[in-house]
RNA sequence: GGGGAUAUGGCAGAGUGGACAAAUGCAUCAGACUGUAAAUCUGACGGCGCAAGCCUACGGUGGUUCGAAUCCAUCUAUCCCCA
């Protein structure tokens, strides 16, 4: 058994489990950084492990594009490339259908686009998807998914969970290596939809299972419901990964249900665009009130940034369009999210974790500054 | 001393008789961001008002005109060239 879950919340459906992977042992509930293009943006690879990161996402299609998953492969794979030494889960490139929607063309066969670096069109298949997959060297791996934007209505998400299960029979048969694939359960905001795509994967059988087409726009309360439908009916001895999810309540809300990996590119990217995440909630350096602040971005923080940064003085290098205000605030962002799942690990492993969620979210949402 | 040019909202800079409270950029202010085509995007940005609207404003003053940031006179300031 590559999962076990080792603690299970008696007051939820919470749990902290071990996914060993061939890169090593993860303890869940776990958070992966985003590194697309096979770093963080604005950080180096190697700031993650300082934080205390050991699990990374990166995408084949991206890649694929450049450098492409032939070098890579020649340069001794993805974690040679990257010097990294945790484990790489490999997302499939499904979720560009939704992202790069104006450029992709789905067809059975698969998902063309138009590369948005050169103009060239390629053609994504379930078969190369796990091919690019393999040559990158992951250690788990996606099946390519068809991912539809959130406000598509039913007979569009019908077509895209039998898509996606076309797909993922494709996926399995084409891995040739042993590492892991999970599969990925589509649906919407459709429950009858939802329940039918997982009765699709439990059919193919895979080694955990994604929710994918969640935090597209469905809104919050959708977000934890369907999670909540989903996480109802997925084998308890099997890794659940949200895809994409989320914002550090969406987090918290979904470990309740059930869900043991998480991404997204919330703390990074809002970072660059001004948004700092504290135990008081959200905050936007460029709002005036931090001009000059000798505070710390957090004061209930022990981070190395807020022992030794002043919010004033990250702000005016924030305004200033200095780079190292984009490095400086996605690492906070980054470390505010080490905390944050390491907290819920540690609550679940002391029975705690409603009572973790309770104390967290007041002080999250109230005392905002 | 002689000749020439220019003066516009926080800054830069369009506009040269009515569609001008005045383009655009920057700065400023606020918001958004969920498997990253994002150091991005959206909104506000003279004053008062919820609004219709009213008031003040394109260096100063005085004119021409139904109407002036735009035309004329004059004053002031700045810059350039020749002595």
Known sequence: MSFVVKYKDSNSNARVGTLRTSSGEIETPVFMPVCTGGVPKALSIDALSS??????VVNAYHLFLRPGHEEIKDFGGLH???????????DSGGFQIFSLSSSATIEDEGVSFKSFIDGSTNLIT?????????????????????????DSEYSRILSSIERTRQWALRSKKAKKTKNQLFGIVQG????DLRKLSIDHMLDIDFDGYAIGGLGLGEGQDATYEITDHVCSFLPVDKPRYSMGIGKPEDIINSVEKGVDIFDCVVPTRNARN????????KINIKNSMYSMSDE?????CDC??????????IRYLYMSGEIAALSLMSSSNLYFYKQLID??????????FMDFKKTFLERYRDEKN
């Open 296 to 300: 710390p971005i957090d004061s209930h």
């Open 126 to 150: 379930p078969e190369l998807s796990i091919k690019i997959q393999e040559s990158l060297g992951s250690d788990l791996m996606m099946i390519l998914d068809d991912c539809p934007k959130s």
């Open 51 to 56: 934080i205390g990161f050991n699990f990374i």
């Open 188 to 191: 919407g905001i459709y429950k």
């Open 304 to 313: 190395y940034i807020c022992k030794n940064y002043s919010i004033g003085y």
């Open 343 to 352: 907290s819920i690990r540690k609550s679940i492993k002391g029975d705690s």
């Open 274 to 281: 001004g948004t700092l995440y504290t135990s008081n909630g």
């Open 80 to 90: 040679s490339f990257l010097n990294w030494k945790g484990t790489i889960l490999t």
